[in-house]
T-cell receptor
Framework: EAQVTQNPRYLITVTGKKLTVTCSQN?????MSWYRQDPGLGLRQIYY???????DKGDVPEGYKVSRKEKRNFPLILESPSPNQTSLYFC?????????????FGPGTRLTVL | GQNIDQPTEMTATEGAIVQINCTYQ??????LFWYQQHAGEAPTFLSY????GLEEKGRFSSFLSRSKGYSYLLLKELQMKDSASYLC????????????FGKGTHLIIQP
């Protein structure tokens, strides 16, 4: 089944404890992206990758890192999480970047930082 | 900057028709998407418009006017399962080549 998977789905952690949220897609998509979704703010892009070893900042990159060593995986790294990073996170992928390319979203990761 | 506006919440009756509007001001335009998102779940693709006019897909239709920076999503024969948030998103064709999302319209369907 074509899908985007994320792990973990739920995570409660404490301030400063490094964590990684994994994202994997099995559709051979070139473009991958991370979003966070907060009440009243909608979905905001954190980082994106147009292909292997190519990543760039989105609208809200502060406090996050990503890597794209393989086409299928795009992990999101929080080196020192803070409470303002409590949010619902979505990974998404599309065949290519640009017009008309539907993005497929993972199931989401609900992160709470205490 | 990018700005996408849509109503926060709408209520409609089962079996009726509802229109959800979206206006946008973006630095560029490379197409407009509508996504549906049930509470706590991932957004799922509904429609894509890049040229002016109406795109129909079953009970759902989407309209675009590029000159007015305006789109709407039309849902017909509403069902209870259509209760969800509807997200308008614009591909502005910038460096990110990703999507700028509106804050979403929470649609409540009443019996």
């Amino acid at each position: 089944e074509a899908q985007v998977t994320q792990n973990p789905r739920y995570l409660i952690t404490v301030t400063g404890k490094k964590l990684t949220v994994t994202c994997s897609q099995n559709m051979n998509h070139e473009y991958m992206s991370w979003y966070r979704q907060d009440p009243g703010l909608g979905l905001r892009q954190i980082y994106y990758s147009m292909n292997v070893e190519v990543t760039d900042k989105g609208d809200v990159p502060e406090g996050y890192k990503v890597s794209r060593k393989e086409k299928r995986n795009f992990p999101l790294i929080l080196e020192s999480p803070s409470p303002n990073q409590t949010s619902l996170y979505f990974c998404a992928s599309s065949l290519l970047a640009g017009a008309g390319n539907e993005q497929f979203f993972g199931p989401g990761t609900r992160l709470t930082v205490l | 900057g990018q700005n996408i506006d849509q109503p926060t919440e709408m209520t409609a009756t089962e079996g009726a028709i509802v229109q959800i509007n979206c206006t946008y001001q973006t630095s560029g335009f490379n197409g407009l998407f509508w996504y549906q998102q049930h509470a706590g779940e991932a957004p799922t693709f509904l429609s894509y418009n890049v040229l002016d006019g109406l795109e129909e897909k079953g009970r759902f239709s989407s309209f675009l006017s590029r000159s007015k920076g305006y789109s709407y999503l039309l849902l017909k024969e509403l069902q209870m399962k259509d209760s969800a948030s509807y997200l308008c998103a614009v591909n502005s064709g910038g460096g990110a080549d990703g999507l700028t999302f509106g804050k979403g319209t929470h649609l409540i369907i009443q019996p």
